[in-house]
């Protein structure tokens, strides 16, 4: 069952980086931007997060965001 995630990394994303991330909202939060959106599984999750470490951005924090 999909869940809604919040991941909060340190910045702000330039365009080309906010491009990968097609299916998610973000949102500027100084000094952190939001990414936010749902995530199908657990495989997905992990998606996610290597595509942010694959972006080299620095995740300052994850939270599943209750419906």
Request: charge should be negative; proline fraction near 9%.
């Amino acid at each position: 069952m999909p869940t809604h995630y919040e991941f909060r990394v340190a910045g702000h994303l330039s365009d080309r980086i906010r491009g990968a991330f097609p299916d998610m909202v973000l949102a500027d939060a100084p000094p952190e931007t939001i990414i936010f959106g749902e995530v199908i599984d657990e495989a997905h999750l992990h998606g996610v997060l290597a595509l942010i470490q694959d972006l080299g951005l620095h995740v300052v924090a994850l939270h599943e965001v209750p419906p």
